[in-house]
């Protein structure tokens, strides 16, 4: 554990809800707080904190199913995953999986996709019991997982490997192994499933992979320590996190290049974008809070204070579908 706790001291986690008696129709935003050990709950409508889902010690990743009613939270230190339940914002069972669990991806039919830091795999794992059904050798401390829109693929980011590895999501098996920059960390997939995004924290830099062939296209500069990704609904925006900065960029997904800058909170981490791609919010780990940026602009709307060590979330509209959850934390959309 104590390669674990080294890296909590100095390592961000980014990682990738429809309850009736919120305040407007609008989405839910579920923060992971690793200090305070709890999931607080935004009603993207008002932006302000509705609910505290109290957790185990050190949440890590958070992810939800496709219809947004489970959510998933990994604990490293504890070898466990926590679900909770949306509508009733309650934990309603715990999977003790082992290991140090980080990442975590969900797939349509509710299979978890868990990244192992110290013990270098992916587990595809059953979410009722956490039972193992498959297990792939990845590279060194994998961290972010995200799946294609489509379901069938699932991307890795390993660290301490400066790869991506791309794993078949039925069999688990690896169909490619990719160079990136430097000390790769979070991922994110368009909603076309034509392109992955991977965050180079020591290169400072985004890598640009091609669904379709399995290669680089295209690297592009980033801020200092990029630790979070997202893209909008549409398409149309990649929003970077920069965690030595305290920054978000946003940049036009046709050119890549950063047409916005927002000010956020100290050492922002997980980026999710609003229902009506207008909004995105933005997990700050150091100052325990997660700022509202307008999209087309920038500019910080509201910092809201949610508990120490924000450093996770998800983004779910409201209503069960499959349209529900972020396209950037679920595996909802098209092919591949």
Do not use: C
């Amino acid at each position: 554990m104590l390669r674990v706790r080294r890296l909590m001291v100095w390592l961000a986690a980014s990682l990738v809800a429809m309850p009736a008696l919120a305040a407007s129709n609008d989405a839910l935003v579920f923060v992971a707080n690793q200090d305070a050990a709890t999931v607080s709950v935004i009603d993207s409508g008002a932006d302000e904190v509705i609910a505290s889902i109290p957790v185990a010690f050190a949440p890590a990743g958070i992810a939800a199913d496709s219809g947004g009613a489970t959510l998933y939270v990994t604990h490293p230190e504890r070898g466990e995953i926590t679900v909770i339940d949306a509508d009733e914002r309650k934990v309603v069972r715990t999977l003790k999986v082992g290991g140090t669990p980080f990442g975590i991806a969900v797939s349509h039919d509710g299979t978890t996709f868990v990244s192992d830091w110290n013990q270098d795999t992916v587990t595809a794992a059953d979410p009722q019991t956490g039972k193992v059904l498959r297990r792939a050798a990845v590279g060194r401390a994998p961290a972010g997982v995200v799946t294609s829109p489509g379901g069938s693929l699932v991307f890795v980011a390993n660290r301490e490997s400066n790869t991506v590895s791309i794993l078949n999501a039925t069999t688990l098996n690896v169909v490619a192994t990719i160079p990136v920059g430097r000390a790769p960390f979070a991922l994110t997939v368009s909603p076309d499933g034509r392109w992955l995004y991977v965050a180079n924290v020591q290169s400072a830099n985004i890598s640009v992979i091609s669904i379709e062939t399995l290669k680089p296209v295209a690297t592009v500069p980033a801020g200092p320590m990029p630790y979070g990704l997202a893209t909008t609904r549409d398409g149309a925006r990649l929003l970077v996190a920069s965690q030595g900065a305290g920054t978000v960029s946003i940049l036009d997904s046709g050119n890549l290049r950063t047409i916005a800058s927002g000010k956020v909170g100290r050492f922002p981490e997980g980026v999710g974008i609003g229902p009506r791609d207008d909004k995105a919010y933005v997990a700050n780990w150091f100052s325990g809070d997660v700022s509202v940026l307008d999209i087309s602009t920038g500019k910080e709307l509201k910092r809201i204070r949610t508990g120490g060590g924000s450093r996770a979330l998800v983004v779910v509209a409201r209503g069960h579908s499959k349209e529900a959850a972020d396209p950037n934390a679920a595996t909802d959309g098209l092919q591949p």
